[in-house]
């Protein structure tokens, strides 16, 4: 068991060694990298094959979102903003590996490995996604779920610059994308019973979002599922403004909004948030918490 753990990329460590911390910056940057330069070229051109080939409609991300027309069709604006933050906020991270503080550097490295394979399947996910093939789309996005799941619930005591670059955005962006992908991936989307499954499940961003917020008193998920949330309402909106599916995701949007305020002021000021077992702590155990400490 002992020499599982040795091997085990993704088993939660105290420290690295000198070595271990050369292969997670090389790694870690190689992986962004890629995730970055795929991301942005597919946002903006199709596949090099063309935008037809056999069966398979073949376009760049946006106009996967806009042809295939559903009840989780995204805003491109808002959503590529939300992305090039994320980005940005990644190489913040990215820049903790390279870090002095010995601390720091074995903060970052403890969400390495999870991080790296949420690159490397993002980037998968990109490519099969501009080439229609959405049902692997979807395997994949589920595959990194699991892993971003498995990386918030074993990491989730580290501070800001890791959380929410390397845990919370991407883990709310890839909820999202399960069902932008997947309201794609069914056959006709659009329909009236495809737009009423819609209005159902758009509920659960809520909840998903309600969970973090409330349990764990995580402003960063309350925040991003906002963004997101309004992203799907602005798109909703222009594509037809006689729908529920827009007023769900705003109503949605000011809830998650709202509720992340009440968990951040308190957070940023030093005071406790009101509820739970978080008002309990004492002001030691506070300083653990990940949005709390730096």
């Not at 970052?108 to 993002?122: E, Y």
């Not at 994308?177 to 056959?187: D, K, L, Q």
């Not at 997101?228 to 037809?240: C, E, H, I, K, T």
Request: with cysteine.
């Amino acid at each position: 068991m002992d020499r599982f753990h040795q091997i085990n990329p993704f088993a939660k460590r105290d420290s690295h060694s000198a070595g271990s911390v050369v292969w997670y910056k090389v790694l870690t940057l190689a992986t962004w990298l890629l995730s970055v330069v795929v991301t942005v070229y597919y946002a903006v051109e199709p596949p090099h094959e063309g935008k037809h080939h056999g069966k398979h409609y073949r376009g760049s991300i946006w106009h996967q979102n806009y042809d295939h027309y559903s009840g989780f069709t995204l805003n491109a604006v808002i959503t590529s903003i939300y992305w090039i933050v994320l980005f940005i906020l990644q190489l913040g991270y990215i820049s903790h590996l390279f870090s002095s503080k010995t601390e720091s550097v074995n903060a970052a490295c403890a969400v390495g490995s999870h991080f790296i394979a949420n690159n490397l399947l993002h980037t998968a996910f990109i490519l099969l996604f501009v080439h229609s093939h959405f049902v692997w789309a979807e395997v994949l996005l589920l595959l990194n779920f699991a892993n971003l799941t498995s990386l918030y619930f074993r990491h989730n005591t580290y501070p800001r610059f890791i959380h929410l670059p390397a845990v919370s955005g991407p883990l709310a962006w890839t909820f999202v994308a399960i069902y932008w992908n997947g309201a794609i991936m069914v056959p006709h989307s659009g329909t009236l019973v495809a737009r009423v499954f819609a209005n159902v499940f758009v509920w659960s961003v809520l909840g998903y979002g309600l969970f973090f917020i409330i349990l764990y008193k995580d402003y960063t998920m309350g925040f991003a599922l906002s963004v997101l949330s309004a992203s799907l309402g602005v798109a909703q909106f222009f594509r037809q403004i006689v729908a529920f599916q827009w007023i769900f995701a705003f109503t949605i949007m000011a809830v998650l909004f709202v509720m992340t305020v009440v968990v951040a002021v308190p957070a940023w000021t030093g005071r406790q948030v009101p509820w739970g077992a978080g008002a309990e702590r004492r002001p030691a155990d506070a300083e653990r918490a990940p949005l709390l400490a730096e």
